[in-house]
């Protein structure tokens, strides 16, 4: 009778086991926003494509952090999200149309702590505009190595002094279906509907990068392109 019991037991939590890991995780899981938040500046710098409007700003980040030891991966786990405040707002999808639907969402109010990249990058053009007046007959590829060995070192330097950022952004907080078989449903971070890009999130995420490459050109005869292949950079 009790070894009967024991079995009967054993089975029991095995399939309890089996419920919550088949379908309550996955589902918890991805209703969480900060799941799909976790890897999202990762996504903006690597899922890049010949017209990609922010690839810009994926060679500055290679560049000034070429080193296994850091690189995307560390920009993108050095990035924290907290959602401040979400308004429940109401979409209109395929207006006028037999298609027409509501969809509605939340607008979230996200608060981005990041490292000050972009005080590294005016401190290393500012630098290297100074180092071309200093040194006029400087070549094209003594002037990139320059540029590259100033921004990395910069780079280094904001990690070490622990310089951050905190910006605020407004995005859309959205529940999605996917999967083939079940109905499985993940919560997205994404544009608002009246914005053209999430080039604002980028610049939060980079610390004012995007905006301060708007404000500060880079050294002239500067090709980041070109940079990248003359320090064998991937």
């Known amino acids: 009778m009790k070894k009967s019991l024991k079995y009967s037991l054993i089975y029991t939590i ?16 991805n209703s969480n926003p900060m799941v799909d938040l976790k890897n999202k500046c990762y996504d903006y710098l690597t899922l890049t494509g010949e017209d990609d409007p922010f690839k810009e700003y994926i060679f500055i980040m290679k560049i000034m ?5 850091f690189g995307i991966k560390y ?3 050095n990035v924290d999200y907290e959602i401040l405040e979400r308004e429940e707002k109401k979409e209109i999808v395929d207006e ?15 608060k981005v702590t990041s490292y000050n990249y972009a005080i590294a990058y005016k401190n290393a053009v500012k630098a290297t505009n100074k180092y ?5 007959n400087a070549g094209k590829e003594e002037i990139e190595t320059y540029f590259a060995e100033r921004i990395e070192y910069e780079g280094k ?5 622990e310089e951050k950022t905190v910006m605020y952004v407004y995005k859309k907080e959205d529940e999605i279906e996917y999967g083939d078989k079940s109905r499985l449903y993940k919560t997205v971070i994404s544009k608002l509907p009246e914005q053209e890009s999430n080039s604002d ?6 610390g004012g990068l995007v905006e301060e490459m708007d404000k500060t050109k880079l050294p002239e005869g500067v090709d980041l392109e070109e940079t990248m292949k003359l320090m064998k950079i991937k």
């Open 201 to 206: 999130f980028l610049n939060a995420m980079l």
């Open 96 to 110: 006028g149309t037999i298609y027409e639907e509501k969809n509605y969402y939340n607008k979230v109010k996200i």
């Open 65 to 69: 952090y070429p080193k296994p030891t």
């Open 14 to 29: 095995l399939l309890i086991l089996l419920f919550l890991f088949t379908v309550d995780i996955p589902n918890r899981y």
């Open 75 to 77: 920009v993108n786990r």
């Open 157 to 161: 330097k904001v990690i070490d002094n």
């Open 132 to 136: 071309k007046k200093e040194n006029e």
